[in-house]
Nanobody, 127 residues
């Protein structure tokens, strides 16, 4: 059963923008995050949003360029990516937590906490 579906990836030039979407099939997620994995590299946390209060967290590499938001009515989160760089090229995955995670602001990048994962969407930044 598919829980999370990502969309919005594609090819963009450096300095350009993309918006990724993640639609969830459940309403009890406590946090939703984006991870990415570049070729030959480990998967890393990009951003996370708490569904209880809307708090957002970002990795240092994307802070100031990416914005995570949510539309509860549509059960969707959006990752707005601006000023994209070639090093942002990766497969981007949406992931969600259904239980309680303490200290979300510290633990969100730890993939082991996430219960559901999407299939990924490719983002390529190249001229």
């Amino acid at each position: 059963q598919v829980q999370l579906v990502e969309s919005g990836g594609g090819l963009v030039q450096p300095g350009g923008s993309l918006r990724l979407s993640c639609v969830g099939s459940r309403v009890d997620y406590t946090a939703i995050a984006w991870f990415r994995q570049a070729p030959g590299k480990a998967r890393e946390g990009v951003s996370c949003i708490s569904t209880s209060d809307g708090s957002t967290y970002y990795s240092d590499s994307v802070k100031g360029r990416f914005t995570l938001s949510r539309d509860n009515a549509k059960n969707t989160v959006y990752l707005q990516m601006n000023n994209l760089k070639p090093e942002d090229t990766a497969v981007y995955y949406c992931a969600a937590i259904s239980g309680l995670l303490l200290k979300l602001w510290v633990n969100w990048p730890d993939q082991t906490y996430y219960d559901y994962w999407g299939q990924g969407t490719q983002v390529t930044v190249s001229s």
